[in-house]
């Protein structure tokens, strides 16, 4: 059983602050953390890990400069095999469809080095952008069905069909998906840490590297800033909102009243 | 001289900082007011590698130094002292004198599992007759040729009941007096083995500290630990090494005191501003936090001087003397700073200053700490 799980660095948001002219997110002096939902995702991938250990190999991928090299390395630290990080600055600006795009052609490339995927995971989201956008494009490039917003995932025993559970706003919902399969990932269990023996070891580990030159026949006009048909025209904080207060009274006609009150202290009464 | 931390340091720190922030931090006041020892914590560090930090690999450690665990110990405490005596007590009480004195067979025995945190250790030296003057031990070890006979008492000992191996001093040879004492290795189960009281205590309510009582217990010879009638060495060596402990849980107090008053005085109002507007308490986070980092100074250095393998027990007992008597005054001041609300439980800053009293009493008073460093002063 071979695993790709798709991770992305994201700035801490608890600590983010918008760029009042360029409109985009400033990075800086923001700290930066493994994506909350793709840590799930890879949570998951570890947990049938540790039913199969011999047969379940994890592989984890980024497309992100550099830096990302850190949040790979965390990734490799609590049990994926190996780590790859895509990078270029060709594909600087790119937005969810040439991400995508290139994470297609990049997984192609990977599987040359690591055998073919049986599933790959993502996060549902990531929580910078907040599209929900990557996980689905990414199993439409491939041709694979994918299945969204789970929360487990375990196996049959010939591994060829996953039992999948996901979170939908009227309940849970148990899907059986044939494998190869995407699957994106809501919140799941708690997440493991990384040992100190192994966290030294992902120090030292090889995080290989992907560039635009690895990835033959990638199209030009699909890739980068100008391979993406997103047009950011406005990023804003939003206002603050106040808490919305809850009326709880047993009697209908005093829980009406203490209504009334409220719209009316609210001058919209 | 480099006064920076190699990045394995700073990767551990922050791995341990991260694990306390999400695993400790939030049960830190309920084990206090509960008194309750947090073994899901202990095995969840067991599991990460935290009780082994010193130790090679080929025993089961992380590989790493002593001044990384002094590091990983500071971080616990600033959360939760209790927590970081636990594994200071383990590590440099029970871990450290076997992998130090043990043989090879008792290291395989004893150090691998300790290391590896499948077992948890204690430290048994303490006697209601000998405090700070070690040698007035009562507890006897009798040769009876096959095996040693232990009866005897021991208190104070934290990880009490909780722990499986138990590094424990004894007199072999009464008439010697600090040349009588013998070194033991004893497991949890052995018949006349038991635990007396736990003590109710001031502070670091999470530990368990139990009295161990020896009724005829059987120690195999091979647990002897060190040479016969060597044991006083063996004790003052690891307690070297244990103040280096208490010195990172008493820095890790003054810390995380600091940083709750640090937060606290830049939201707290009073004669409308923000406290941090009052030179006062400007000038006085200044001595807080001056006095932190002058005493985390002399902690790294003697740890780094154990790492070099140098003598440091005049460098430890000076680390352990400050670090304490910082974490005293600095809970102490936060306490102030935070007024009324300090005294009460609803700020982990009452609970701090409870904890911080311990550290100028066990393994060595302040006092203790001075003859040791008098001893250096005498020879120079």
Redesign the interface.
């Known amino acids: 059983m071979n695993i790709l799980v798709c991770v992305k660095q994201v700035p801490d948001t608890t600590e983010i602050r918008i760029d009042p002219v360029k409109k985009t997110l400033i990075r800086d002096g923001v700290p930066s953390i493994l994506n909350t939902f793709d840590a799930f995702a890879l949570e998951q991938a570890l947990q049938l890990k540790d039913k199969n250990p011999a047969n379940v190999k994890i592989v984890v991928a980024s497309m992100g400069p550099k830096q990302a090299e850190t949040m790979l390395r965390d990734c490799l630290a609590v049990g994926a095999n190996s780590a790859y990080l895509i990078t270029d600055r060709k594909f600087g600006g790119s937005d969810t469809y040439a991400t995508s795009y290139i994470l297609s052609k990049a997984m192609k490339k990977i599987e040359e080095e690591e055998g073919s995927f049986d599933m790959i995971f993502c996060g549902k989201q990531a929580i910078d952008g907040d599209t929900a956008q990557v996980g689905p494009e990414l199993a439409e490039h491939l041709g694979l069905h994918q299945i969204t917003y789970a929360i487990n995932i375990t196996l049959n025993e010939d591994n060829t069909t996953a039992l999948i559970t996901r979170e939908v706003d009227e309940g849970k919902i148990v899907v059986e998906a044939r494998i190869p399969v995407l699957v994106t990932f809501t919140k799941t269990d708690d997440l493991r ?5 192994n ?2 070891k992902s ?1 030292k580990a090889e995080i290989k590297e992907i560039n635009y030159e690895d990835l033959e026949g990638i199209d030009d006009t699909k890739i980068g800033l100008k391979g993406s048909p997103t047009r950011v025209v406005k990023s804003f904080t939003p206002d603050v909102k106040t808490d919305g207060i809850i009326i709880r009274e047993d009697d209908p006609n005093e829980a009406f009243e203490k209504f009334a009150e409220e719209l009316e202290k609210a001058k919209l009464y | 001289m480099d006064f920076k931390f190699t990045d394995e340091t700073q990767l551990l720190q922050e791995m341990v900082s991260e694990f306390t922030e999400k695993e400790i931090a939030p049960i830190a006041a309920e084990i206090d007011e509960e008194e309750r020892f947090p073994e899901e914590v202990v095995a969840k560090m067991a599991e990460l590698g935290f009780l082994g930090i010193p130790f090679p690999e080929e025993y089961g450690g992380a590989g790493m130094t002593n001044l990384d665990y002094v590091v990983a110990v500071e971080e616990i405490s600033k959360a939760c002292a209790s927590t970081g005596v636990i594994v200071s007590a383990h590590t440099s009480l029970a871990a450290w004198p076997i992998y130090h004195f043990g043989t090879e067979e008792q290291k395989q025995k004893y150090l691998v599992p300790l290391a590896s945190g499948e077992k948890l250790g204690a430290f048994g030296l303490t006697e209601p007759g000998a405090g700070s003057d070690a040698a007035g031990q009562e507890t006897k070890a009798e040769d009876k040729g096959d095996h040693y006979l232990l009866n005897g008492n021991k208190i104070f000992i934290t990880n009490g009941s909780y722990a499986d191996i138990y590094v424990v001093f004894a007199m072999t040879d009464k008439e010697q007096g600090n040349r009588g004492i013998s070194a033991f290795i004893l497991e949890k189960g052995m018949p006349g083995f038991s635990f007396g009281t736990k003590e109710k205590k001031m502070g670091i309510r999470a530990s368990a500290t139990y009295e161990l009582v020896f009724d005829d217990v059987k120690v195999p010879k091979e647990n002897l630990l060190g040479e016969l009638n060597k044991g006083f060495g063996v004790a003052m060596a690891t307690l070297d090494g244990g103040r280096l402990g208490i010195g990172a849980q008493a820095l890790g107090i003054a810390e995380g005191a600091f940083n709750e008053a640090l937060a606290y005085v830049k939201e707290r109002e009073q004669f409308g501003r923000p406290l941090s507007k009052f030179q006062y308490t400007q000038f006085r986070l200044a001595d807080m936090y001056s006095r932190i980092e002058g005493a985390k100074l002399l902690l790294y250095r003697a740890a780094c001087m154990k790492d070099e393998g140098v003598p440091y027990s005049a460098e430890a007992a000076m680390a352990k003397l400050v670090c304490s008597e910082t974490a005293r005054e600095i809970t102490w001041q936060a306490v102030q700073l935070f007024g009324g609300y300090g005294y009460t439980r609803e700020y982990p800053v009452e609970r701090m200053m409870r904890d911080a009293k311990i550290t100028e009493i066990y393994e060595g008073t302040s006092e203790v700490m001075k003859m040791v460093i008098w001893g250096k002063l005498n020879r120079m």
Request: overall charge positive; charged content about 25%.
């Open positions: 840490f990384a040992s100190i023996m966290k030294m120090k």
